[in-house]
Structure formats: C-alpha cells, structure tokens
C-alpha cells in the first residue's frame, strides 16, 4: 500500500493509507445508510447475521473494504472504502439487490411482509477529513442508542 501525508489545521501530518487499482491510488471511505421498506423492524437475529455475510461476500467479489457494519433492526450503517472507478453507487447496488434476493429466499416471513425488501433510496456520506476510527466508534455506538 501507498501512503500520503495529509496536512490539517495547526501543521499536524497523519499518514493516511492508500490503496491502489492499475490506475488509480484512492482514499475513499462512505458511510452508507438504507433501511428496509417501511422502516419495518425486520433485521434482527438470523436475518441481520446472514445480511453481514452477504454483505461481506459482495465486498470481497467487488475489491470493496468493509471497515465497519451494523445492523440495526430497522436499518444498516456501513462504513466501506470503494474503488472510485467501481463506484459506491454500484456497490451499494449490488448489496442490496443481493441480500433482497438471498433473504426473501431464505426467510419466507420477508415476503409477506414486505413487497420488495429496499427502499430504493440510501445515504452516502463521505468521510472528508474525519479519520475513519471516529466514524467507526459512532457506528458502533448507533447499537446503544
């Protein structure tokens, strides 16, 4: 991996990381947030264990690094760095296509409860300057709320 000094406020340097395709060397850390249809209650127990592992496996397929992942029961804070040449969009994409698919198969209770299992929006927000342990920390704390 690459790495860059970054300079902030007060000439303070932090050494951030960079990954690298053929092309680019990046830096880019989401955090992304979509609930279910209806914000209905659903993502808990199997269900929530099954999403993170589908979550983890379109990661691993797509180069896609999940820093951090919580399910809560009625929606998912994800933390990832993306390729910017792949796109966070197409990520984002296909986790949700993946998982409505897997999980409406394996948990039958889905479908009747809900005719598709996304809403079709999400948030995506970027990690600017802010170092991902911070972001990090308050999406593991979204647990205790």
């Not at 092309?23 to 808990?44: D, E, G, M, Q």
């Not at 127990?45 to 896609?64: F, N, Q, Y």
């Not at 986790?95 to 009747?112: A, D, I, M, N």
């Amino acid at each position: 991996m690459l790495t860059i000094d970054k300079c902030f406020r007060y000439n303070v340097f932090v050494k951030t990381e960079l990954r690298s395709n053929n092309n680019v060397a990046f830096s880019c850390k989401y955090h992304v947030i979509f609930c279910p249809k209806y914000r209905r209650k659903v993502l808990t127990g199997d269900i929530a264990e099954r999403l993170k592992s589908i979550v983890h496996e379109v990661a691993d397929e797509t180069r896609c690094e999940v820093i951090e992942l919580e399910v809560m029961p009625d929606h998912v804070h994800l933390l990832c760095e993306v390729d910017p040449q792949f796109g966070v969009h197409k990520f984002v994409k296909l986790v949700k296509g993946r998982s409505s698919r897997y999980l409406r198969q394996e948990f039958p209770v889905l479908k009747s409860r809900l005719p598709s299992l996304w809403t079709n929006r999400y948030a995506c927000l970027t990690t600017g300057g802010a170092p991902p342990s911070v972001i990090k920390q308050y999406i593991e704390g979204q647990k205790n709320v």
